[in-house]
Every structure is written in C-alpha cells, then in structure tokens.
C-alpha cells in the first residue's frame, strides 16, 4: 500500500476491526521540542494522537521521561530510562546495554503484560537509543508494524551510507565486504559496536510468534529496503504534517536560501556552502553540527544559528525565499521540505531524500540530482533568478501537503489500515 493506496478507512471514525484492537505506539523517546526529541519519537507522538483523534484505543510506552513542557496523559508512559548516547554510566555499560538492554526488557515487559497479543498491535518507531534488541525480543508474540524512519532494520551504522568516503553504500549488509569496512562516523570500533548490536537484533527477530510488517516513509527508503529485510507486509505512508503557520508576506522576507537540520556532510552542507560562497545571496542556516564554524567562515552573508523551538524554526523558514535540502545520503524523508511547501515556500531538493517525491509529483519547487556536478547551483540560480516563477510555485506550493495526503486524518486512516491488516493476517 502506498501512501495513496488501498486499505483506506472509512471516514466517521474507527472502524470495527479497530475498536476491537488495542494499539501500542513503542519508541525510545516521546516527541518534543528540539532537535534531541523530533523525528521518529514527533512521529511516534503524532501517531499516537491521530489514531487516538480517529477513535483508536492507544497506548504510548517510551523509554525516556516526557518532556517537561508535555501536558500529563495517562496513556503516555515513560519507561524511566536514559539516551545511551549520553553515556553516562561508563563506556562499558553503554556499549553492552545497546547490544542487549536487559532493564529496558524488564521494564517494557511489565507494562506489557496488561496487554493481550491476541488482539493487540505494537507500532515500533524507534529502538536504539534505549530500548535495544533485548525489547524487539520482548515483543515476539505480539504483531508488530516497524517504522523505517532510518535503516537499522538491515544496516549496522542505520544509514546505509560510507561516512568516510562520502557516497550511498552499496554492499551486502552484514556481509563479509560489509564487516570488514570502516564506514562509521566514529570509526571501525564503534562500527564492530554496532554490529554486534545487529547480531543481537537478528537473534531478537528470529523469536518473533506474530506478523511483522514494515513501514516504510517515502517510496524511495522502500525501494532500498524492501529488499533487503525479512517477509512481511510492507506499506509506504508518508509522514503527517503538524500545524504550520499562516504564509508570511513576501515583504517578511529576509534570505534568499534557507538550510534547516544538521549540520553535517552527509546532509549535502559542504556542496551547499560551496554553492554559496561564488553567489551573492543571503543564507539562513539553523541547526547544530561539525560544519557550523566551517559555515560562518567559508560562506559570506550567512547566517548560522543553533537549533530552534519548533515554532521559532518555522518562522525563520518563513524569512526565506527558498528553502534546500541538498541530501547525499538517501534520506528516508525530510519533513523540512513538507513544512516549507505549506507555508507556500519553494523548495530545492536532493532527489536522494524521500520528500523529494513529493516535489517531483505535486510541484513547489525543483529536484536536482546530488550527483551531477553543477546541478545544486544550476537549480538554485534558476530559482532565484525568476521572481514570477518563484510566486508560482509558492501558490503551488500551498495545495502540495493536501494533494499528497498529508493531513493528520488521512495519515491516521492509512496507518490504522496497516494495523488492521497485519493484525487481520495473524494465524
């Protein structure tokens, strides 16, 4: 099913096959504000809220404590653990709780145990910041729909990427070429780190009891890796759109080019900046990352800031007269691009990230190819250079989130369809 697909619900709530099923929304972390709880945990949250809108009996379990600034809901429960990444009970026990995190396990277990898999469904955004293998073992009897917001499910380094050499992988995962290649950011240890996390997930997979089905964000993450996880469903639902701002007037306009997200190699920064230098437009650049001082030193009129509240972000993306995002790994998604195109900004993009999709079929904006030499600056001086296509493709823009669907409601029916299916295809 993609995300225009069969399956859809019919509109007046919940179905039957629903009502009658529980859903459990499992991710590391809650979503939030700030760069350290948006992506998969936003998702998991936002999930959670559409079906509960659609009339869903839900239930979200994660394994950090809420944010402070998030209203209490008994149905959010946090598991009262911490982000590995932070490390801070020694290198030792961190490296051996990513492998298998058997207090997480315990502690996912109890709150399980309310739940009957015979007519329960999990929805598994994100595991490897505290959860761990140990808790996809938990789940075995349970039907569980796993998100790929990245492509941990068959890759050890999660991005399918060489990070040292700088291009999309292309070899076997897990295979002999793949093990014996130093293709993490932290280096070759931190790889054999995490394939020996890999191992441990495979061991987890193969006790599963119950259906297991994938979801994957844009046709392009589904393509590569459809093929390469085990049998199950697969289905391609875009991800929601929240709550976006009214569209400024052209007169609010500061930038001319904005860059909204890490500030890292792999998000294709370093071309960007090099397109930048030889131009005279104003940049906007907002986030946090290796390249921030590289930034305001190689790039003439930019403008760098740290990570903003969701709403400042949004803003400050308003300011700009195109926002880019110039991907060279093959990003699952890009919910930047998503947000730009509703508050009737043009947009720029990789055809490597998975929002890309969406340009290519409803407008707003440009896709170019990260690999062509001169195909980012060509892309962005015909852009700018064109004040009455500009204001085109920003009325275009508005109409692109309804047309490709990504509206809470329309995301809640796709997703509860999924779930009725691959509860439905249970022995």
């Avoid at 058997?102 to 598994?124: G, K, Q, Y």
């Avoid at 930034?295 to 509240?309: C, F």
Wanted: charged share 20%; with cysteine; net charge positive.
């Amino acid at each position: 099913m993609s995300e225009g697909g069969a399956g859809v619900l019919p509109r007046g709530g919940a179905s039957r096959r629903l009502e009658s099923l529980e859903v459990v929304f499992l991710s590391d972390y809650f979503g939030g504000d700030g760069a350290a709880m948006a992506g998969a945990g936003a998702v998991a949250l936002q999930s959670f809220h559409a079906l509960r809108a659609l009339g869903a009996d839900v239930t979200l379990l994660a394994g950090f404590h809420a944010p402070a600034d998030m209203p209490p809901d008994g149905r959010c429960i946090a598991l009262d653990g911490h982000d590995l990444r932070e490390g801070t009970r020694g290198r030792l026990h961190t490296a051996a709780a990513a492998i298998w995190n058997s207090e997480a396990r315990s502690r996912l277990r109890l709150h399980l145990r309310r739940f009957d898999p015979a007519n329960t469904v999990v929805v598994l955004h994100q595991w490897t910041r505290y959860l761990s293998p140990a808790c996809l073992h938990a789940l075995s009897h349970y039907p569980v729909v796993a998100y790929l917001h990245d492509y941990f499910q068959f890759c050890p380094t999660g991005a399918y990427f060489d990070f040292r050499r700088g291009h999309p992988c292309e070899l076997r995962p897990m295979g002999l070429s793949c093990l014996c290649t130093s293709c993490d950011r932290v280096g070759y240890s931190h790889k054999l780190l995490r394939v020996a996390r890999h191992v441990s997930k495979t061991f987890a997979d193969a006790g599963a009891r119950a259906p297991r089905a994938f979801v994957h964000v844009s046709d392009a993450a589904r393509r590569i890796a459809e093929p390469r996880l085990p049998p199950g469903r697969h289905y391609t639902i875009f991800n929601p759109l929240g709550p976006v701002p009214e569209a400024p007037s052209r007169a609010s306009v500061r930038f001319d080019v904005g860059y909204f997200g890490r500030l890292e190699p792999e998000k294709g920064v370093r071309r960007l900046m090099e397109v930048l230098a030889d131009k005279p437009w104003t940049s906007l650049f907002v986030g946090a990352g290796s390249l921030a001082d590289e930034i305001q030193g190689r790039v003439p009129g930019a403008e760098v800031r740290d990570w903003l509240p969701h709403e400042q972000a949004l803003a400050a993306m308003a300011q700009c007269r195109c926002v880019v995002l110039p991907s060279i790994w093959r990003e699952t998604w890009g919910m930047v691009a998503a947000e730009a195109l509703a508050m009737g900004v043009p947009v720029v993009v990789s055809r490597r990230a998975g929002a890309a999709e969406i340009v290519a079929r409803y407008g707003g904006g440009d896709v170019y190819e990260p690999g062509e030499p001169g195909a980012l600056e060509q892309a962005l001086s015909s852009l700018l250079a064109d004040e009455r296509r500009l204001a085109r493709l920003s009325r275009e823009a508005k109409d692109v989130p309804a047309r490709a669907g990504l509206s809470q409601e329309a995301y809640a029916r796709r997703l509860a369809a999924c779930i009725e299916e691959t509860a439905g295809s249970r022995p």
